[in-house]
T-cell receptor, first 114, second 116 residues
Framework: NAGVTQTPKFQVLKTGQSMTLQCAQD?????MYWYRQDPGMGLRLIYY???????DKGEVPNGYNVSRLNKREFSLRLESAAPSQTSVYFC?????????????FGDGTRLSIL | AQKVTQAQTEISVVEKEDVTLDCVYE???????LFWYKQPPSGELVFLIR??????QNEISGRYSWNFQKSTSSFNFTITASQVVDSAVYFC?????????????FGDGTTLTVKP
């Protein structure tokens, strides 16, 4: 019973390198989200996908791009990593794009940029 | 704009003490939903409870209880007879049903440490 799976779990990058964080859910959920969590702060929304084929910016989208590859998969790409992007990244999914549903989260990706 | 404030950054208690985690929210919507999530030291986020704006009934689940008061825009979480396993970061979140439907705003979290 996997739920939401994120890969990799840890990654260290050098400034300027690019990388894609992968996320897949097996719950047949329509909406998916990417958040970042910085020390002492809550989760901030980077991008979301209300349904397959759509993506929209969240609160902190600069420096990121996303792809909703299919209903299961939603990837987050850092084109040119910066130290300010050092954070823990969480992917989440929700059955429908509706506010009354809880989100299901992956275990997070810990990303350090030197 | 929606906002969630968890004023308590860190709380430390001794096992078996009761502890209340505060959550205050701001929204202009009349229909909205409030959530609590738990993030244990292992790092994953676990959904605990959801409450909608039309239901002010308090809820109890074992040692956990939630007090929702629209008059003070608060949705507080109480753990009775705390245990070491309750040590975690707890997040309160708000989702509106209007313009921002489908998106959630999280508070900064309260780190609870329960000492044996």
């Amino acid at each position: 019973n996997a739920g939401v799976t994120q890969t990799p779990k840890f990654q260290v990058l050098k400034t300027g390198q690019s990388m894609t964080l992968q996320c897949a859910q097996d719950m047949n959920h329509n909406s998916m989200y990417w958040y970042r969590q910085d020390p002492g702060m809550g989760l901030r929304l980077i991008y979301y996908s209300a349904s397959e084929g759509t993506t929209d910016k969240g609160e902190v989208p600069n420096g990121y791009n996303v792809s909703r590859l299919n209903k299961r998969e939603f990837s987050l790409r850092l084109e040119s990593a910066a130290p300010s992007q050092t954070s823990v990244y969480f992917c989440a999914s929700r059955g429908i794009f509706s506010s009354n549903q809880p989100q299901h989260f992956g275990d997070g990706t810990r990303l350090s940029i030197l | 704009a929606q906002k969630v404030t968890q004023a308590q950054t860190e709380i430390s208690v001794v096992e078996k003490e009761d502890v209340t985690l505060d959550c205050v929210y701001e929204t202009r919507d009349t229909t909205y939903y409030l959530f609590w999530y738990k993030q244990p030291p292992s790092g994953e986020l676990v959904f605990l409870i959801r409450r909608n704006s039309f239901d002010e009934q308090n809820e109890i689940s074992g040692r956990y209880s939630w007090n929702f008061q629209k008059s003070t825009s608060s949705f507080n979480f109480t753990i009775t007879a705390s245990q070491v396993v309750d040590s975690a970061v707890y997040f309160c979140a708000l989702s509106e049903a209007g313009t921002n439907a489908g998106k959630s705003t999280f508070g900064d979290g309260t780190t609870l440490t329960v000492k044996p």
